[in-house]
């Protein structure tokens, strides 16, 4: 009797055609639990990942939400292994990278909307208070991008002499702060307000411009400048 011949996993026919429509109409064809579903059958082979796309955009929100989530939060979801939340976490990375290198490579005054794209992909979402330092020279270029301290869900402290040290150490002539609320509210706070003062007094002496501080979180952004707050 002839051996019976294999039948193919019912998600083959699927990641087929799911592949086939992100050749053909490219990611805005996608909605973003199939543009995760291309993501996973690279880190996930042999099983149907659908169910697992859902879950990842059910318990993070979105696409952001999910890359955007620790390692740990990732494999609390059935399905996620260590090994696909590092490949969620390293696509999240590349990201980053790509809309850093971009922003080095012009001056960072003329590329707004680009550098507000760029904190808000790295710190919208964190679950805890990051203050990072954007160190400009004198044509306004981005080189060096730094945290300066990270704290908790709703506070992190700004050290004025320590900013001022690694700004000379760097050949700094301008900066801009930026810090992440995980609250969502992106407003600034009486806090925030006087921190921004200390720091645009300590710089004086320097002759060292702050540009801006910029306030990310989830529900979007605020400027110091556009607020008239500097």
């Given at each position: 009797?002839?051996?019976?011949?294999?039948?193919?996993?019912?998600?083959t026919g699927h990641r087929d055609r799911l592949r086939q429509?992100?050749?053909?109409?490219?990611?805005?064809?996608?909605?973003?639990?199939?543009?995760?579903?291309?993501?996973?059958?690279?880190?996930?082979?042999?099983?149907?990942?659908?169910?697992?796309?859902?879950?990842?955009?059910?318990?993070?929100?979105?696409?952001?939400?999910?890359?955007?989530?620790?390692?740990?939060?990732?494999?609390?979801?059935?399905?996620?292994?260590?090994?696909?939340?590092?490949?969620?976490?390293?696509?999240?990375?590349?990201?980053?990278?790509?809309?850093?290198?971009?922003?080095?490579?012009?001056?960072?005054?003329?590329?707004?909307?680009?550098?507000?794209?760029?904190?808000?992909?790295?710190?919208?979402?964190?679950?805890?208070?990051?203050?990072?330092?954007?160190?400009?020279?004198?044509?306004?270029?981005?080189?060096?991008?730094?945290?300066?301290?990270?704290?908790?869900?709703?506070?992190?402290?700004?050290?004025?002499?320590?900013?001022?040290?690694?700004?000379?150490?760097?050949?700094?002539?301008?900066?801009?702060?930026?810090?992440?609320?995980?609250?969502?509210?992106?407003?600034?706070?009486?806090?925030?307000?006087?921190?921004?003062?200390?720091?645009?007094?300590?710089?004086?002496?320097?002759?060292?411009?702050?540009?801006?501080?910029?306030?990310?979180?989830?529900n979007g952004t605020s400027s110091f400048k556009t607020l008239?707050?500097i």
């Amino acid at each position: 009797m002839a051996e019976p011949v294999p039948t193919k996993p019912h998600y083959t026919g699927h990641r087929d055609r799911l592949r086939q429509r992100f050749i053909e109409g490219g990611a805005d064809a996608l909605p973003d639990y199939e543009l995760l579903e291309l993501i996973l059958f690279m880190a996930i082979p042999r099983r149907d990942v659908k169910p697992v796309a859902k879950d990842l955009i059910d318990r993070f929100d979105d696409l952001n939400g999910v890359l955007s989530a620790t390692p740990k939060e990732l494999e609390g979801i059935k399905g996620i292994s260590e090994t696909t939340a590092i490949t969620l976490k390293a696509i999240q990375a590349t990201g980053l990278r790509m809309l850093k290198q971009d922003l080095m490579s012009r001056p960072l005054l003329n590329s707004w909307q680009r550098l507000v794209e760029y904190c808000e992909a790295g710190m919208a979402r964190d679950s805890k208070e990051h203050f990072r330092l954007l160190f400009l020279n004198k044509k306004n270029e981005l080189i060096a991008d730094e945290i300066q301290q990270s704290g908790t869900v709703d506070h992190t402290p700004a050290y004025p002499r320590e900013i001022m040290k690694r700004a000379l150490e760097l050949g700094a002539t301008a900066l801009i702060l930026v810090h992440n609320h995980p609250s969502g509210d992106p407003n600034p706070s009486q806090a925030d307000i006087q921190m921004t003062q200390n720091i645009i007094k300590a710089a004086q002496p320097f002759d060292i411009i702050i540009h801006d501080h910029l306030i990310v979180s989830r529900n979007g952004t605020s400027s110091f400048k556009t607020l008239g707050l500097i």
